[in-house]
């Protein structure tokens, strides 16, 4: 790790090749040391726990999650006994189901997990997912009268309905309505057969950081126990939900949940579980996307969440959820195909809205906004909520981006760690800023009259002002010094043992000091990936990469043979070909020796 780690600056880097200034996360020194002693790993990885807020005793299940050890009893949530009674009426009576979701990647795999455990437990089960640009957000009567219509006795709203009181009145004497939901609650909760959320705010459940995905399994879970107590699977198997911990690893990771504690037992068991490609959707998205590996988190959160994203935002709304259940292999590759071909539309819509909103996002960051809030005729509602993301990851504070269209602004916006957007967006709705308004956490929807923007970007600045004295984006934030000659398989498998990465357990970054490029080329289908190779002070050689290596002083700066030493900040990893394990250093800044 290296001494000095209370300096301010590493290696005197204030302006970095991206123009960043490169500084050390903080960790207690001496519990590290504890936890490397206690472990018998070397004391770089004590430091990496520490950090990560871990202790000795917390350390083993740390690097080792097990349901077994994490696990909660699913009856500890509000209304979970209520809604597993009802569900186990509705499979002993063979009634018909109905199963109301949503358009992400969180309501997509719930409505997958629901749907496949009722079916296989004998009920005839439809669904409907709204159309973003023409229901909206969430559960609309219209779409639920039409489910009861067809014969649904029991309705199942997934990653939606905590605040739907005034919809499901009308349904009152159609249909019971059961809602698993993760969202922001507000006062007492719809008079309906059972609203299951962590987030209500009467349930202690303390399992406030899970997704909609994760609250839908446990239900499941319950399910299965109530039928048991029943006899139901005298003479008949039961489903296998640990074969569903894919959804839930795949939810998790796209929907920005904490990768700590229980998520990170759920995401390490689904990742495994994902491996073994047993669900033809998720094996052939995986075909698609070119990963021919063992899937990851980042893999999830960068390949193939988005392609299941696409068909809700400029597509058709269920085409992610069609392709989570699809049976066939074949089928499945061909919606697979076709999310792969709506994504890079996608890409293209997002790509033109960004370059517009860059600039005007950097001008309300010079002008002191805690908050940023960008609107504009004709931007996408499908795809501001990923340039929220962008414009939030590039200044490191809360963004929200709207399109306007018949006077109304409709956008999203996401969060960093540590300020509630959800719960702001929710009280500014309460306030009367908003025509409607809900979310978790990391991420938020919203709709208002395009003449309350001022006032909504002033309510945000006042309620998340404390945004304005986060670190900026223009610092990066470094765990740890390396030898390029110590930078090899072994080092990087250690380090791999932190993963999953994500929300809550970054993936750490180090330094590689004073290294020198000895050879490089670019590589990739579009040539935007620079391959070097670089060789240490003190001796080795590594391999490093450089993604979306556009022109510039940083890929400038890998393609420079026997130019002027480097300090490299990027990722260790471990990379497999051909049954070799080998190091690799992932690059994502620099700076001139």
């Known amino acids: 790790m290296g001494a000095g780690l209370n300096f301010v600056t590493i290696l005197g880097v204030e302006r970095s090749l991206t123009g960043r200034r490169w500084v050390w996360r903080q960790a207690e ?59 186990a009426d509705a499979v002993v009576a063979g ?24 079916r296989e437990l004998g009920c005839e089960v439809f669904y409907h997912v709204p159309d973003r640009m023409l229901e909206g957000y969430g559960p609309n009567v219209a779409a639920l009268r039409a489910m009861a219509e067809r014969g649904a006795k029991l309705l199942v709203c997934v990653d939606c309905g905590t605040t739907g009181h005034e919809v499901f009145a009308p349904l009152h004497n159609l249909a019971d309505v059961i809602v698993f939901d993760h969202h922001k609650a507000e ?55 640990l074969a569903s911990l894919d959804l839930v690893a795949l939810a998790t990771i796209c929907d920005v949940m904490p990768l700590t504690g229980l998520n990170r037992a759920l ?81 293209l819509v997002e790509a033109g809205i960004l370059s517009a909103a860059m600039s005007v996002a950097e001008s309300q960051v010079i002008a002191g906004h805690p908050v940023i809030l960008l609107a504009q005729d004709g931007w996408h509602p499908g795809v501001v909520g990923i340039v929220a993301g962008r414009l939030k990851e590039k200044f490191n504070r809360p963004a929200l981006v709207a399109g306007i ?24 709705r309460q306030a009367g800023l908003l025509a409607t308004g809900g979310g978790h956490a990391m991420a938020a929807g919203f709709s208002l009259p395009a003449e309350n923007l001022a006032a909504f970007h002033a309510f945000l600045d006042e309620r998340l002002a404390v945004a304005a004295v986060l670190p ?65 002070e003190g001796g080795g050689r590594l391999k490093t990469l450089l993604f979306k290596a556009k022109e510039g002083e940083l890929a400038a700066a890998l393609t420079r043979v026997g130019g002027a030493p480097l300090h490299l900040a990027g990722y260790l990893r471990a990379e497999s070909w051909n049954g070799r394990v080998s190091a690799g250093f992932f690059v994502t800044d620099a700076a001139v020796a």
Request: hydrophobic share 45%.
């Open 405 to 428: 269209g018949d006077g109304v602004a409709k956008g999203s916006g996401r969060s960093v760690p540590g300020l509630d957007l959800g719960a702001a967006v929710i009280t500014a």
């Open 187 to 241: 006062g007492l909760p719809p008079k309906i057969a059972a609203t299951v959320n962590p987030n209500r705010l009467d349930c202690e459940s303390g399992l406030t950081g899970i997704c909609a995905t994760a609250v839908a399994f446990f239900g499941c879970i319950a399910l299965v126990r109530a039928l048991r107590r029943r006899e139901f699977f005298a003479g008949r198997a039961a489903p296998d939900l």
């Open 95 to 118: 009634e018909c189901v109905g199963v109301f979701g949503d358009y992400d990647v969180d309501g997509a795999c719930s409505s997958a997990l629901v749907i496949s455990v009722l």
């Open 472 to 536: 900026g984006a223009g610092e990066l934030t470094l765990e740890g010094v390396l030898a390029v000659a110590g930078a090899d398989a072994a080092l990087a498998q250690m380090v791999a043992r932190l993963g999953p990465f994500g929300m809550g357990n970054e993936e750490p970054l180090f330094v590689l000091p004073r290294a020198r490029v000895v050879k490089s080329d670019r590589i990739g289908k579009d040539g935007m990936t620079i391959r070097a190779l670089v060789e240490g």
């Open 29 to 87: 020194e001496r519990v590290g040391l504890g936890i490397a002693q206690a472990l018998g790993v070397p004391e770089l990885m004590g430091r990496l726990l520490a950090a990560r807020g871990v202790s000795a005793d917390q350390a083993t299940d740390f690097l080792e999650p097990t349901l077994r050890a994490m696990l909660p009893d699913p009856s500890c949530m509000v209304d979970m006994d209520k809604a597993a009674e009802r569900l």
């Open 267 to 347: 995401v390490t068991q689904g990742l495994r579980v994902m491996g073994r490609r047993a669900r033809p959707g998720i094996a052939a998205l995986l075909d698609v996307a070119g990963l021919a590996e063992a899937p990851t988190a980042m893999n999830c959160g960068f390949a193939l969440g988005p392609r299941i994203n696409a068909s809700g935002r400029i597509a058709e709304s269920d085409m992610g959820l069609r392709l989570l259940l699809a049976e066939d292999a074949f089928a499945a590759r061909d919606l697979a195909e076709t999310l792969d071909s709506v994504n890079r539309q996608r890409q």
